[in-house]
C-alpha cells in the first residue's frame, strides 16, 4: 500500500505544499516531475512528463498512517459534566443502523472504564453504562423513525431508568424501549463528552449512525411529568432545571462549532463533518428554510464512515521555486514495486499573468468525484453514500483522492477499455497546448472561488478543462463579470457549470445538495440548503442560471449504463451558414461537410461527442444571437434524456432519436467583444491528439483560441 495526498491542490511559486504520504514499506522515493499527457495508449503521444530537479527528490522514511473515519461532536471535560450524583440524559435520535454494532449516544467515558454512556446494543437496544455497570433496554428502536429518550439516574438510591418514546405523529406500534434497575456510582470520567461516540476506546469509536437533535443534560433525575411535559412542549427555550448543558445544533450549522445554550459555556466542536442542518423532530414540512426554522432544523446527522480531514503527519514539503512555469505537476511515489502520483497544480503568482490564456482546471468537480469507484471504507466523496444509505454531501482534500491521477481510472468504455476522466482528460488540453507552443497559465476552482474575477482579468480568453460540472456562486459571478469586461470563454467539456457547490472557509471541503436534477442520490425531504452557506442546493438551473445562459449549452444526456459502462461517442455534423463572419472564421481549414470528430480517439470510441453532452436550448437561456455550428446526433439507447428534463413516464420515454439527446457545438460574441465557444461534450480532449495533432477538433480549437485571443 502506498498512497497520500498534498494538503491543497493548487500552489504558487515560492509557496510550500506539504505531502501527507502513507507506506507499509520502510522507505519511499519521491520525485516531482511536470504532467503533460498521463495516458499511457499507444495510439497517442503516450506518458509526457519532463523530472524537475528539487531538494524535494529523494527518499524518506516510510510508515503506515491509517484512516479513522467517523463523525462526532466532542465538549471538552468539565467538572459540571462528569455527573457524579442525579442526573438525566435527554435526546431526540433518529437511528439509521440500529443492530450494527454497539452505538453510543452520548457519553464521557475513558480506558479505565469510568463515566457514563448513553447508546444502542449491538441489538438496537438502549443502554446506559455508568462504569463497568450497565442496564438495557427490552426491545430494540425502530429504524428511522423520532425518538425521544431519557436516561435518569437517582445516585442515592442507584435506580437507574431508560425511558424512550416514538414522535407524536409516528403511526408505528414498537415495542418498549425502556428499562429500569440499578447501577453503582460510578466515579466521573476526564475525557472529553462525546455526542455520537465513545472515547472508551481511547479516541472516538463506537459511532452512531443516525440523526440526533437537543441533546441535553439535566442535574437530577427528572420526574415522569417534568419528563413528559418537556417532551410534548418541544421547547428548547424552556428546560427544565437544574440544566447542566444543552446543545442547539442548529446554531453554528455553517462550521464546526456546537453551542451550549445552557448558560456554562460547555461548547463543543464537530469531528469529521457530520451532515448539518438537518431536518429535525419539530421539522413539519411548513418551511424548508433553515433560517426561517430554526426548530425544524435542529439535528445533525452523524455517521462511522464520515470522513473530511485524515489528518495524517508531513512525511515531504516541496518549496516551489520562484521560476517554476505554471502547470499540472506531480509527486511521484516509490516504495517496495508499487508507485502512486500525488499531481498538484501550479498557478502563476498572484495576478501575475504569464501567458493570455489560462486553463481553469476543475478542482471542484475533482474533490466531487474524489474516490467514485473506490470502496475504501471512509473514503468517500460527492458520488457516494454512507453505510446507512444516506449520500454524502461533503467532499474533502485532506484524504486521499484516489480519482486524481493522471492515467486512466477505473471506468470503462463499451469496449471494455478503461478511459480517462478528469485530470487524464484535461491532461490531453495540456498536451496540445504544448505541442502547438500555446502558451497557458494554470488556475483552478479554488483559486476563482477565492478571487472572484481578479483571477481571470488578466487573460484575453480562459478555457475550461472537460467537466467543469460544480461550480459555486462567486465562480459564476465571475464569469458574467469577466465575460461583461470583454473576456472571452471556451468551455470545452460537457455537463458544466451544473451543480451549486460550496466552499468550506478553510478550502479543503466542498459541499453538494442533490434536491433535483440528474444525481447519484436524492436528498431528503428539506433538506435542500447547504450547510455550509445556508443556500438552495441542487442545480443552477433551478436557481434561475442554467449554463445556457453562460455558455450557450447545458447537459442534455449521458451515456452511463447501469453497470458503469459508457456508450459509444458520435461526431459532429456541421450545422451553421459558413458564410457567416463567425462560422467561416471558426471553421476554417475545415473541408464544408466534413464531420468534426469522426475518428478513433483516446476516448470512448470514434466520435468527439460523448459521455455527459449539452445542447442549446434558448428556453434555458442560449442568447438569441448564439450560432450552432455543428450538432452530434445518432446516440446509442445508452445515451439517455437527463432527469431534469423528465416530466412524466411513458411509452415514449426510451424511444430511440430523442431530439433533445444531442450534443451542440456553440458560439455567440458579447456586446464587449468577446467571444464564447462551447463544445458540450465531455470527449472533446480525447481527439486533439488524432492524427499527430492534426485533425478536425484540434483544427477548430485552434481556430477558436486564435479568435479570441487576437490583438484587440
Ligand atoms: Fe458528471
New binding site residues.
Given amino acids: 500500500m502506498l498512497t497520500g495526498y498534498t494538503d491543497r491542490l493548487s500552489v504558487r511559486p515560492g509557496e510550500t505544499l506539504s505531502f501527507m504520504v502513507s507506506t507499509d514499506a520502510p522507505v519511499f522515493k519521491a520525485e516531482i516531475v511536470r504532467l503533460l499527457h498521463g495516458d499511457a495508449d499507444p495510439r497517442g503521444p503516450g506518458r509526457r512528463e519532463v523530472p524537475i530537479e528539487s531538494p524535494a527528490n529523494g527518499e524518506y522514511p516510510g510508515m503506515e498512517q491509517p484512516l479513522f473515519p467517523g463523525s462526532c461532536v466532542v465538549v471538552p471535560d468539565h467538572a459540571d459534566l462528569r455527573l457524579t450524583d442525579d442526573f438525566t440524559l435527554f435526546a431526540w435520535i433518529y437511528p439509521t443502523r440500529p443492530g450494527h454494532g454497539e452505538q453510543v449516544i452520548l457519553s464521557k467515558e475513558g480506558e479505565d472504564e469510568t463515566g457514563y454512556a448513553l447508546g444502542l446494543t449491538d441489538t438496537g437496544r438502549l443502554f446506559l453504562r455508568l462504569g463497568p455497570s450497565r442496564i438495557e433496554g427490552e426491545e430494540p428502536v425502530a429504524e428511522r423513525r423520532w425518538h425521544w429518550i431519557a436516561a435518569r439516574y437517582d445516585a442515592a438510591s442507584g435506580s437507574a431508568r431508560l425511558s424512550a418514546g416514538l414522535h407524536p405523529r409516528d403511526l408505528s406500534i414498537a415495542g418498549e424501549p425502556g428499562a429500569a434497575g440499578h447501577l453503582p456510582r460510578a466515579a466521573g470520567s476526564d475525557t472529553a463528552l462525546l455526542i455520537a461516540a465513545s472515547m472508551a476506546g481511547g479516541r472516538p469509536g463506537l459511532f452512531f449512525n443516525g440523526k440526533i437533535a437537543d441533546p441535553c443534560i439535566f442535574g437530577k433525575c427528572l420526574g415522569d411529568a417534568e419528563l413528559a411535559g418537556f417532551v410534548s412542549a418541544a421547547d428548547f427555550s424552556a428546560l427544565p432545571q437544574p440544566l447542566i448543558a444543552a446543545w442547539d445544533f442548529n446554531v453554528g450549522s455553517d462550521g464546526t462549532e456546537v453551542r451550549d445554550i445552557g448558560g456554562r459555556g460547555l461548547h463543543g466542536t464537530t469531528h469529521q463533518s457530520p451532515v448539518r442542518l438537518m431536518t429535525g423532530p419539530h421539522w413539519s414540512g411548513e418551511n424548508d428554510d433553515p433560517m426561517a426554522d430554526p426548530r425544524g432544523y435542529s439535528a445533525i446527522h452523524f455517521h462511522e464512515d464520515s470522513l473530511s480531514d485524515a489528518n495524517w503527519s508531513e512525511s515531504f514539503a516541496f518549496a516551489v521555486p520562484s521560476d517554476l512555469p505554471s502547470g499540472v505537476y506531480t509527486a511521484r511515489l516509490k516504495a517496495g514495486g508499487e508507485t502512486d502520483d500525488l499531481p498538484f497544480l501550479v498557478c502563476p503568482r498572484n495576478g501575475q499573468a504569464t501567458a493570455p490564456l489560462a486553463l481553469l482546471v476543475p478542482t471542484f468537480t475533482y474533490v466531487a468525484y474524489g474516490n467514485e469507484m473506490w470502496r475504501d471504507y471512509g473514503l468517500n466523496c460527492a458520488y457516494d453514500r454512507y453505510v446507512d444509505g444516506a449520500g454524502v454531501p461533503f467532499a474533502s482534500l485532506r484524504h486521499p483522492i484516489k480519482t486524481f491521477r493522471p492515467g486512466r481510472g477505473l471506468l470503462k468504455s463499451v469496449a471494455g477499455e478503461h478511459f480517462g476522466r478528469h485530470l487524464c482528460a484535461d491532461l490531453y488540453a495540456v498536451d496540445w497546448l504544448d505541442a502547438i507552443d500555446q502558451p497557458v497559465d494554470i488556475i483552478t476552482d479554488h483559486d476563482l472561488h477565492r478571487e472572484g474575477e481578479a483571477l481571470l482579468k488578466p487573460y484575453k480568453a480562459v478555457m475550461t478543462g472537460s467537466?467543469p460540472?460544480y461550480v459555486s456562486g462567486r465562480m459564476l459571478d465571475a464569469f458574467e463579470t469577466y465575460l461583461g469586461a470583454g473576456g472571452s470563454l471556451a468551455y470545452l467539456g460537457g455537463?458544466g457549470f451544473y451543480s451549486v457547490t460550496s466552499l468550506s472557509e478553510d478550502g479543503n471541503t466542498i459541499e453538494v445538495r442533490r434536491p433535483n436534477g440528474t444525481r447519484p442520490w436524492i436528498s431528503n425531504p428539506g433538506e435542500a440548503r447547504h450547510a455550509l452557506t445556508g443556500e438552495i442546493g441542487g442545480l443552477w438551473r433551478s436557481r434561475g442560471r442554467a449554463p445556457q445562459r453562460l455558455v450557450g449549452v447545458g447537459f442534455t444526456a449521458q451515456g452511463w449504463t447501469s453497470h458503469d459502462v459508457c456508450g459509444l461517442p458520435r461526431p459532429y455534423r456541421q450545422v451553421a451558414d459558413r458564410k457567416h463572419p463567425l462560422a467561416a472564421a471558426l471553421l476554417a481549414n475545415i473541408v464544408e461537410d466534413e464531420m468534426i470528430g469522426d475518428f478513433q480517439t483516446l476516448g470512448l470510441g470514434v466520435g468527439a461527442a460523448g459521455d455527459?453532452v449539452d445542447r442549446a436550448d434558448p428556453v434555458l437561456g442560449t442568447p438569441a444571437h448564439a450560432l450552432v455550428l455543428a450538432t452530434a446526433t445518432g446516440f446509442s439507447a445508452d445515451y439517455q434524456l437527463v432527469i431534469d428534463e423528465r416530466r412524466d413516464i411513458n411509452e415514449a420515454s426510451t424511444l430511440p432519436d430523442n431530439p433533445l439527446v444531442r450534443s451542440d457545438i456553440v458560439c455567440f460574441e458579447t456586446a464587449q467583444g468577446g467571444l464564447v465557444f462551447s463544445v458540450g461534450s465531455m470527449q472533446w480532449f480525447s481527439a486533439l491528439s488524432h492524427n499527430g495533432y492534426d485533425n478536425t477538433v484540434a483544427t477548430m480549437t485552434r481556430n477558436v483560441l486564435k479568435r479570441m485571443l487576437r490583438a484587440a
Fill in positions: 467537466h460540472e455537463n455527459e
